[in-house]
């Protein structure tokens, strides 16, 4: 499976940028990858190229990348990938480009896997131990995703299901449900949705919460399916000299963690997604360790081994979010999935807020067992991955 071709193009995301896709031929197999881009980035996360300079990091890896990369196995992803990084020569793949490392990595999987003639999930999986992971969608929400809206980013759902189509449409009644409560609320106002198809709507932070819970509650009793709800608090996005900037009240570490418990407690959260400042590990821990709830950690480790490490030794998070560009690589990917299972941690995978039809992450979720996926229950580019969960449980598991 020596790798004989290797195509770059520029094509549009979901919110209408330009965004990398790499194609990937060996004498056997064929792989076709595409980076995502996000709204709210953490500090840390690799490089992308710029929207507006797509072309010249294409044109530059043409001449000096492809070259290094074309004629080695598609089936040594670190060898690979280490040449990606090699080249770059920075931390941040910030010559390279992140958007354009991970397309090409994940193409060269997928080309691997077509050579040996089996699907992704069963090609990155070191175990050979599967599971379908819980569908996680944002049903409403505001912060970079969206123009006007709440403070915290998104309000979650997470349905739980044996069968996970049901799971799927379970949450896909919740958004449905939203849009009728919203309606009722605000019927002289046009309602929108944000960049993941999410509700936007003139609500108060609480009160959107109320709303959300209110929705899954009509749901459960109308399809008895288990239906837990979360925050993407984004925390960072609106942490201004050393405190939490609300619309309708400033928090100091302390208040917020205190906040945040209380909603925890009192709405039965599932799950909380960077709920404080992405350096602040120490306060990280302490609400960690006054909940069962999942704590997440997305821009606090933006799927980098090292920040993990950091946030393993100081007791911060219990879980991690997971998204292949934030660290640019599989191989990297890899490496900080198996560093959060063996330290007991949850890991959800995740899509971008600026997508394509890339299905990668819905095997990616399946090869790492983990506990969900985050993907947006409405528009095509978010159900692409959804869809591709429910063909991987029909015919491969």
Known sequence: MIIKDIKLRKII?????????????????FGRAAAPA?????????????????????????????PL???????DQKAFDDIIKNEDGTKNLQNVGGNISVALSLACAKAAADS??????????????YSIPAPMSNVLGGGAHAIGGTDIQEYLVTSFDNDVNTAIETNAAVHKEVAK??????????????????????LENVEALELVTKAVDNVHKETGVEIRTGLDVAASEFYKNGKYVYKEQTLT???QVDFMLGLIEEYDLHSVEDPLDQNDFQSW?????????LIIGDDLYVTNSERLKQGIDMKS?????????QIGTLTDTVKTVELAKNSDMATVISHRSGETTDTSIAHLGVAFESHAIKTGIMGGERIAKLNELVRISEKFL
């Open 285 to 293: 821990a302490s609400l960690t360790d006054q909940t069962d709830s």
């Open 253 to 255: 570490p302390e208040e």
């Open 13 to 29: 995301d979901s919110r209408g940028n330009s965004t990398v896709e790499a194609d990937i031929s060996t004498n056997d197999g």
């Open 181 to 202: 409560i919203l309606k009722e609320k605000f019927p002289n106002i046009a309602l929108g949705k944000g960049d993941e198809g999410a509700w936007v709507a003139p």
């Open 317 to 325: 998070t219990n879980s991690i979010l997971i998204k292949p560009n």
């Open 116 to 129: 040996k003639n089996i699907p992704l999930f069963e090609h990155v999986s070191k175990t050979k131990s």
């Open 38 to 66: 996000g709204a709210s980035t953490g500090t840390f996360e690799a490089q992308a190229w710029p929207e507006n300079n797509v072309d010249l990091g294409i044109s530059n890896a043409r001449k000096k990348l492809i």
């Open 69 to 75: 990369l074309t004629g080695i196995p598609a089936n």
